[in-house]
């Protein structure tokens, strides 16, 4: 994967290069030799975690609606009142289970896009 906070280009602003630059500037001047004075993007490299790509509330309310299903009205109140920190603790051990196992995204995210012409 590509260091995090790198810069990259693209022509389309939606498939980057897997060419990383240190800079903006970097970017900006590879971008204008390699795209021949086409418009292009430029934009900064941002690390997407497993976790980012789970809804921990919509986790535990599918959760919760399966205990209903499950048991009835003994399953109505099942994980009701789960506390921010809770879901915070929860979270954290997620990100530990991907990153034991390998299963983090082998893709990133864009972030200070820009437009270059």
């Known amino acids: ?7 990259c ?3 389309d602003g939606e498939h980057y290069s897997g060419d990383a630059f240190d ?6 001047n590879d971008g204008k030799v ?3 004075g086409d418009p292009f993007y430029v934009g900064q490299i941002c690390e997407i975690k497993a976790t980012q790509l789970l809804d921990i509330d919509w ?3 599918s959760m919760a609606e399966r205990a209903q299903e499950e048991a009835g009205d003994a399953g109505e109140d099942y994980l009701c ?12 051990t997620l ?3 991907f990153k034991k196992n390998k299963l983090n995204p082998c893709f990133y995210g864009i972030e200070n896009e ?3 012409k």
């Open 95 to 97: 990100e530990k289970w």
């Open 114 to 116: 820009e437009e270059i």
């Open 23 to 28: 800079t903006k500037e970097e970017a900006i």
């Open 1 to 7: 994967m590509i260091e995090d906070k790198k810069w």
């Open 59 to 61: 986790m535990l309310e």
């Open 34 to 36: 390699g795209y021949g």
């Open 81 to 92: 009142d789960v506390t921010k920190k809770q879901k915070e603790d929860l979270e954290k």
């Open 9 to 11: 280009t693209s022509l």
